[in-house]
């Protein structure tokens, strides 16, 4: 089992930047992939960054180059560095950890981008 616990979100002008995190009840070390996904109303949830146990990444096209995801293993946490907002980034994110092939999500947190 793992329980994760998402925070960091709020309100902020386009242009401005969040620092979402992922606070997970066990060590990361032992989780093989952790996600950010985000679900805008009416949409579906989309795979925003991924970060691996080996700390590989990958970013969705639509947030290259203004979103960075990390990890820091000695506080069981992962990330999310959100850099020059835009209005359509607007969403409720959510971190997603892989682990034994079980996903585990938190339970989000809104995220919203004034133009």
């Known amino acids: 089992q793992v329980q994760l616990v998402e925070s960091g979100g709020g309100l902020v002008q386009a242009g401005g930047s969040l620092r979402l995190s992922c606070a997970a009840s066990r060590g990361i070390s032992s989780i093989s992939v952790i996600d950010w996904y985000r679900q805008a109303p009416g949409k579906q949830r989309e795979l925003v960054a991924t970060?691996?146990?080996?700390?590989?990444?990958h970013y969705a096209d639509s947030v290259k180059g203004r979103f960075t995801i990390s990890r820091d293993n000695a506080k069981n946490t992962v990330y999310l560095q959100m850099n020059s907002l835009k209005p359509e980034d607007t969403a409720v994110y959510y971190c997603?950890?892989?682990?034994?092939?079980?996903?585990?999500w938190g339970q989000g947190t809104q995220v919203t981008v004034s133009s």
């Open positions: 970060i691996t146990s080996v700390d590989n990444t």
């Open positions: 997603r950890a892989s682990r034994t092939g079980l996903y585990y």
